[in-house]
């Protein structure tokens, strides 16, 4: 459901009823984790399972790099799935290393206390 909110959102800013607002800017200040993948990829679903407890504190995305609207992605990472990006910056390629997954975390989130 934040997911959809996230990505609506994006496309469609002009819903105003309160209850999409109040969705949305409940997530709006989580950071944003996105998956290049492919099917399929097992290691994708490894690195799924792995992050599964930290889920509540991110925005997850995941985007399909053989679509032809991603072909940038695909040249760029079809050897390195799976591939992240946290708040659209390079973070992890091929498993998950979850101490720089959480320290980078834990940073964007005390970023975001301190701007509210």
């Known amino acids: ?18 209850l999409w607002r109040q969705l949305c800017s409940a997530s709006e200040n989580k950071p944003v984790l996105t998956l290049f993948t492919k099917k399929p990829c097992p290691l994708c679903d490894e690195a799924k399972e792995v992050l599964e407890p930290y889920k509540r504190r991110f925005i ?9 609207e ?21 973070l992890m390629k091929h498993r998950v290393d979850i101490q720089k997954f959480e320290d980078q975390l834990m940073k964007l989130e005390l970023q975001n206390d301190q701007n509210q």
């Not at 959809?4 to 469609?12: A, G, I, P, V």
């Open 1 to 18: 459901m934040v997911m959809l909110c996230f990505l609506s959102r994006t496309l469609q800013p002009a819903r105003h009823s309160s």
């Open 60 to 68: 997850f995305q995941e985007v399909d790099i053989t679509l032809p």
């Open 70 to 90: 991603n072909v940038s992605w695909y040249d760029k990472y079809k050897y390195d799935i799976p591939v992240f990006h946290l708040n659209g910056e390079f």
